[in-house]
């Protein structure tokens, strides 16, 4: 079935450094990723969505200089968290939509945590 | 492998009726099982659950874990239109990794 992959699962960096996480799919082709947050009690926030080949879609309240998202392939989207600080650790996941077909389904990553020392 | 299954994919009901979404997976290190609903943005969360035979309970909705049979059930009772939404089951596995399963879509028809 269709996987959706996220690279790296953990990553521990220092103040002020930029961290790139991947979000793939691996046997289909998504013209549409999603980027979370997870917040305490589980709750998730959309931050943006990602469309291949053009600009993304942020949420209201969320830096677009400060969170860098490029989908440059139709397998492939990258989240960029600049500049990194501690308020930045967080649990991030991204999904990715499938296109075409009787019907439209998301898979979503397992998830990258970021923690910000 | 871990993994996720919901079943099924898709349901339409009537006002009133009652649903039972299913959950089953494939665990190496059970953490906590997950239901979330989601309808336009980001999902919502639902329930959380780590032992079985508990049943937690939120208005019409209410879920239950069976560690032995590896599933969960979310029911809704007395469905209305706005229970109408993707209902998602996600497994917390060793690693604080997350593995989703795709969703039963629900539709509840006045």
């Known amino acids: 079935g269709a996987v959706v992959s996220q690279h790296p699962s953990w990553v521990i960096c220092k103040s002020g450094t930029s961290v790139k996480i991947e979000c793939r799919s691996l046997d289909f082709q998504a013209t549409t990723m999603f980027w979370y947050r997870q917040f305490p009690k589980q709750s998730l926030m959309l931050m943006a969505t990602s469309n291949e080949g053009s600009k993304a879609t942020y949420e209201q309240g969320v830096e677009k200089d400060k969170f860098l998202i490029n989908h440059a392939s139709l397998t492939l989207s990258t989240l960029t968290v600049t500049s990194a600080h501690p308020e930045d650790s967080s649990f991030y996941i991204c999904?990715?939509?499938?296109?075409?077909?009787?019907?439209?389904?998301?898979?979503f990553g397992p998830g990258t945590r970021l923690l910000v020392l | 492998e871990d993994k996720v299954v919901q079943s099924p994919l898709s349901l339409v009901v009537h006002e009133g009726d009652t649903v039972t979404l299913n959950c089953s997976y494939e665990v190496t290190n059970f953490r906590s099982l997950l239901w979330y609903k989601q309808e336009k943005k980001a999902p919502t969360f639902l329930f959380m659950l780590?032992?079985?035979?508990i049943e937690k309970k939120s208005g019409r909705l209410s879920s239950i874990l069976d560690k032995k049979e590896l599933f969960s059930i979310l029911n809704i009772t007395a469905t209305q239109t706005g229970d109408s939404a993707v209902y998602l089951c996600a497994l917390e596995g060793g690693g604080n990794q997350f593995y989703f399963g795709t969703g039963t879509s629900l539709t509840v028809i006045p």
């Open positions: 780590t032992s079985s035979g």
């Open positions: 999904s990715a939509r499938t296109s075409g077909g009787i019907q439209e389904t998301q898979y």
